[in-house]
């Protein structure tokens, strides 16, 4: 897992891009598996996604921070991109890897941010094509620019917009989940037991579970994602196709 503070910004100071990095690692044998953590749309170019879409090494799966859908707020945060560059970097990955894993990180309950502005946000992600959403609540810190602004939102609001939020994402993971079914993916099983039960992880980071089989642990293997359980998880029975 490639993870840090600014991913997108590694070597920037050393007449390096990210970009490299994810080449070099390309060409390291033993690894068969490389995700990259959070990285923000800013710093998530075209040759970052066409790079991660050629390769047999880095997985089909992103992380992009949003916060959030409306852009006055998204400038009020300090950040650098709005929306419309977020859109563009969701599509291109589209473009290139149908059945990626986007997730997206959101604050509700920003100082100032409006009823009309949430549900701009809102209906910004609904129409999104992504996975699903860590969503979080706005809390005051002492000292940070936000605790000085004005307007700040109730705690009982930001519960309801937090909540609609957490259902959108689960539909979101829902519809993503189905979007896989009938697929062949590379599942790897981890070592840990639930009961009579392992699971493991699929490129695309789709949960999958099969009967405790402790010659499993720790390896690769294609599984046909067909059933799930009730809770939405895949499950997979040996032989696997």
Do not use: W
Not at 66 to 71: H, I, N, P, V
Not at 82 to 89: C, G, K, M, P
Not at 140 to 164: F, I
């Amino acid at each position: 897992m490639l993870t840090g503070v600014n991913l997108g910004d590694f070597g920037r100071h050393n007449g390096e891009r990210f970009s490299d990095l994810v080449k070099a690692l390309e060409s390291i044998d033993g690894i068969d598996r490389i995700r990259i953590s959070s990285i923000e749309p800013d710093l998530l170019t075209d040759e970052i996604i066409e790079r991660v879409a050629a390769s047999r090494r880095f997985l089909p799966h992103f992380h992009i921070p949003l916060q959030s859908g409306c852009d006055r707020i998204l400038k009020a945060m300090h950040r650098k991109y709005d929306r419309t560059l977020y859109a563009s970097r969701v599509t291109r990955i589209r473009e290139l890897l149908p059945h990626a894993c986007i997730a997206a990180d959101v604050i509700t309950g920003f100082p100032g941010e409006t009823e009309g502005e949430f549900r701009d946000t809102a209906g910004f992600l609904e129409a999104l094509d992504i996975s699903y959403m860590h969503v979080f609540t706005y809390s005051r810190r002492e000292n940070t620019l936000a605790s000085k602004m004005e307007n700040p939102v109730g705690d009982l609001e930001k519960k309801v917009r937090s909540d609609y939020l957490h259902h959108l994402s689960e539909r979101k993971k829902e519809q993503f989940y189905r979007s896989n079914h009938g697929r062949i993916e590379k599942v790897l099983f981890e070592s840990d037991r639930s009961g009579d039960s392992m699971h493991g992880f699929t490129t695309n980071y789709i949960r999958v579970r099969t009967p405790y089989d402790p010659s499993l642990a720790n390896t690769i293997v294609d599984v046909r994602l067909g059933a799930t359980d009730p809770d939405g998880t895949y499950f997979a029975s040996p032989p696997f196709s």
